[in-house]
């Protein structure tokens, strides 16, 4: 009679399963940077479509941290709406005089504005924007986008969001008017519901586990 040799199996030590788990998560967030919700300017975002920044990543972007540098600065940032229902996007505020936030197609079409500091935000609320690649733009109080037609919204009617309603509505942003005074750097953040990173494809469902029993018969 041959002799066994059965195969032992130990299980690992109290903790090692945990321990790797940790280790495995922490690599995929140093290693996956692209996965982040979160993103920080780089440089100097400019101020139209073609210069503005297009944050690298997948699926949702939460939030947007910047600072407008100089007086006459804007930054634009790219982003995608999937399902209008659950998109807004509000820039913090504290008065008035705080920083203002545009949504602009990625044509340049102006989409929404909104001037008015309420419940700490200057917010564009779900129902405005449809789905599609757009960018917002942030810029100190009293600056205004243009196109050649004249600004693109009425100056400080502090109503709230609005669509266009300046004369140059009908055309594209090709520039921002406006004199003002920043005291220094201004960092702000804009917080998202509903946005996605730019070149996000909406993933498929995923197969249940009937669909694949039955691909693997």
């Known amino acids: 009679m041959m ?15 945990t321990l790797a788990i940790a280790l495995l998560l922490a690599f995929v967030a140093m290693t996956t940077p692209a996965l982040s919700q979160v993103w920080n300017e780089s440089g100097d975002a400019g101020e ?10 997948l699926y949702a972007l939460n939030q947007i941290n910047g600072s407008l540098q100089f007086d006459s600065d804007v930054d ?26 545009w949504i602009f197609h990625f044509t340049g079409q102006g989409i929404a504005h909104n001037d008015v500091c309420a419940f700490s935000g200057k917010t ?3 129902g405005i924007v449809g789905v599609g690649t757009y960018y917002v733009a942030v810029a100190p109080f009293g600056r205004q986008a243009a196109s050649i037609g004249g600004d693109i919204w009425q100056n400080a009617l502090f109503t709230g969001p609005r669509l266009p309603d300046g004369p140059g509505a009908a055309n594209n ?11 220094g750097v201004v960092p702000y953040t804009i917080n998202f519901t509903g946005a996605s990173y730019c070149g996000t494809v909406v993933p498929e469902e ?12």
């Open 3 to 17: 002799p066994r040799h059965d195969t032992i199996l130990r299980r690992p030590p109290a903790g090692a399963t």
């Open 48 to 57: 139209f479509p073609w210069t503005g920044q297009t944050p690298p990543g």
């Open 76 to 101: 634009l940032y790219c982003f995608e709406v999937l399902n209008p229902a659950l998109f807004s996007a509000s820039l913090q505020c504290m008065v008035a005089a705080d920083p203002n936030i």
């Open 124 to 126: 564009i609320p779900p």
């Open 173 to 183: 942003l090709s520039s921002w008017s406006g004199a003002v005074g920043i005291p």
């Open 206 to 217: 995923g197969q249940s586990w009937g669909g694949l029993k039955a691909i693997y018969r």
